[in-house]
């Protein structure tokens, strides 16, 4: 399994060795579990002088493999950045991210080619793999079933649903090989019932295939209802505030009373955040 | 399972129902209701072009609809109109083709260059604003009154607007699609193969389309001052039309490039249309 580190300095990426002793935010029982992702003290700063913006402020966190890790907080918290920065789309600019095996990343927006089909916006993924084509053809027919959408690979993304196009981008995702699945508010814009049986899905490929999830949201609820462990960010700059460990054996349902419970606790958390910046 | 039965019922609620399938009727009706406004369009203008003709304007010269529809029906049955557009449809094809692959491979080098871009970028668009019948004397100069020389004016005449179609299709890339790329391992010639230039498509064929507006543009310009020996051309023969003094002749041509320059544009039209459904950029409501 390859590592691989982003430090401030030099920009950009080299593989090396796991770095050892994160602090901050980490999964329960830290040193027994293998760690996919590792935050160390990440600034984030854009642009240069006094007009320049702090996005995200010495954050450290670490994500367990298989763990399913949500990230929330008010608007301005970084953490489509922090995202970024573990996608490897964008630089640090103090502190070192470190992320073992494949990448990948699901936005807001299904981001498809419109171009190509449900099918073939699945088999390009492989193809930039370098899999070889009826590898590729098998691959993607096993994917479409996985996100249960055999019998649509023909059909092109806008003449599928919201919720279907975001299924694609899940098998897409899924077709990067990828060992940390990255999600920024994939579900941000559908209704709630789609999202509802979309957050069951989900579940579901996150345990059939062993995924190590890094889930950003800024509903508290879904936040609850998915995650093994939340994390609450401070706003301007970005900084690790709270966590919430989700108890295992917990009803997971949105409307379960536990759920509610827990995501009533954070939202009054957010809400004091949010209230020192109305001072 | 519940959830995967709730999960495909409303998948296949929120397709709506199957499209009803194609009937001959509901073409014949499509055709027709594109084709009634041309025709009254051709009808007024004839109508409008006849009345003139009553007033005695000109009367010495000009001439009404139909001597001139029959002339060019005895062009083109006893005449020589057909080799005459074969020649210079040949002229268009040619010097088209070589303007295609100039216009690309400069528009993709522009785009993905930036010091190239900050050169000459501004310098395409200013060209693709020159007046074609300016570059003649400067081809004529160069090459000599020759096919060359008609090329030249051609190729110059379209290559601009190609690039800059290439040039606007690759900046205006979505960059949400170049992101979702670039997590999928997409990078340097692979992103720009499977991703960049197909994005880039829809630009592309607008530059096409207006690409071959200025080729066939300058051909007639190139065509009309630039006689060559053994290649009677349209220009050329409008050019003599124009020496006799034939209006009937000089009106029946003029008819010609009018219609070759509205079916040629109509197939880029529909190549246009054909790639905006399949990515879903229509209206359903309004193409149906």
Redesign the interface.
């Known amino acids: 399994m390859s590592i691989v580190h982003r430090q401030a300095t030099p920009p950009g990426t080299s593989p090396g060795a796991a770095a050892v002793g994160g602090t901050g935010a980490g999964p329960p029982g830290g040193a027994e579990q293998q760690v996919a992702v590792r935050l160390t003290g990440v600034s984030k700063r854009y642009g240069t002088g006094p007009r320049s913006v702090l996005a995200l402020d010495q954050v450290s966190l670490t994500v367990g493999q298989g763990e399913f890790v949500c990230l929330i907080g008010a608007s301005g918290c970084g953490k489509s950045t922090l995202l970024s920065l573990v996608?490897g789309?964008d630089s640090v600019t103090g502190g070192e991210v470190s992320v073992s095996g494949r990448?990948?990343?699901m936005?807001q927006?299904p981001?498809?080619?419109?171009?190509l089909t449900a099918a073939g916006n699945v088999e390009?993924?492989l193809?930039?793999?370098k899999v070889s084509r009826p590898d590729r053809q098998r691959h993607t027919a096993e994917l479409l079933k996985v996100v249960?959408?055999d019998g649509?690979g023909g059909k092109?993304?806008?003449?599928?649903?919201g919720?279907?196009r975001q299924r694609v981008a899940l098998a897409?995702a899924l077709a990067?090989g990828a060992d940390v699945l990255l999600m920024d508010e994939p579900f941000g814009a559908l209704d709630a019932?789609?999202r509802d049986?979309l957050h069951?899905?989900l579940d579901?490929v996150c345990a059939e295939q062993t995924l190590t999830v890094l889930f950003v949201t800024h509903n508290v609820r879904e936040a609850v209802r998915l995650g093994d462990r939340v994390i609450v960010l401070s706003s301007r700059p970005g900084r690790v505030i709270a966590e919430y460990q989700v108890p295992g054996e917990w009803s997971r349902g949105i409307d379960s009373p536990q759920t509610a419970k827990l995501a009533g606790t954070i939202t009054e958390r957010l809400r004091e955040e949010m209230g020192r910046h109305g001072n | 399972m519940a959830t995967d039965q709730a999960l495909h019922g409303l998948d296949q609620l929120e397709l709506g129902p199957a499209q009803p399938a194609a009937d001959p009727g509901r073409i014949a009706r499509k055709a027709w209701a594109a084709a009634w406004p041309k025709l009254l369009a051709i009808a007024l203008v004839l109508a409008v072009w006849e009345l003139v003709t009553l007033t005695g304007w000109k009367h010495y010269v000009l001439k009404g609809p139909a001597p001139v529809l029959s002339n060019l029906w005895s062009q083109l049955v006893h005449g020589q109109l057909w080799g005459i557009i074969g020649t210079t449809l040949q002229t268009a094809v040619v010097g088209y083709a070589i303007a295609l692959l100039i216009g690309s491979v400069i528009g993709l080098l522009v785009a993905r260059i930036p010091p190239l871009r900050a050169a000459v970028g501004s310098i395409i668009t200013g060209l693709t604003t020159m007046p074609s019948v300016a570059w003649v004397p400067f081809a004529i100069v160069i090459f000599g009154e020759s096919y060359q020389a008609i090329l030249f004016v051609v190729i110059l005449g379209a290559a601009p607007s190609i690039a800059n179609g290439v040039i606007t299709g690759v900046d205006y890339t979505p960059p949400l699609l170049l992101r979702a790329g670039k997590t999928m391992g997409l990078r340097g010639f692979a992103l720009y193969r499977y991703l960049i230039l197909p994005a880039s498509l829809p630009a592309y064929v607008a530059g096409m389309k207006q690409g071959w507006a200025f080729a066939w543009r300058s051909l007639m310009a190139g065509e009309i001052v630039v006689p060559i020996v053994g290649q009677f051309s349209i220009g050329q023969a409008l050019s003599v039309d124009q020496q006799n003094l034939d209006f009937t002749s000089t009106a029946a041509i003029l008819i010609v490039i009018l219609v070759i320059g509205v079916v040629v544009d109509t197939l880029f039209s529909k190549l246009d249309l054909t790639i905006r459904r399949r990515r879903g950029l229509l209206d359903p409501a309004a193409t149906a």
């Open positions: 996608a789309l990448v990948a990343m936005f927006e981001g498809l080619l419109p171009w390009l993924a193809r930039a793999r249960r959408l649509f092109r993304p806008h003449e599928l649903s919720g279907m897409r990067q019932m789609t049986l069951d899905e579901r």
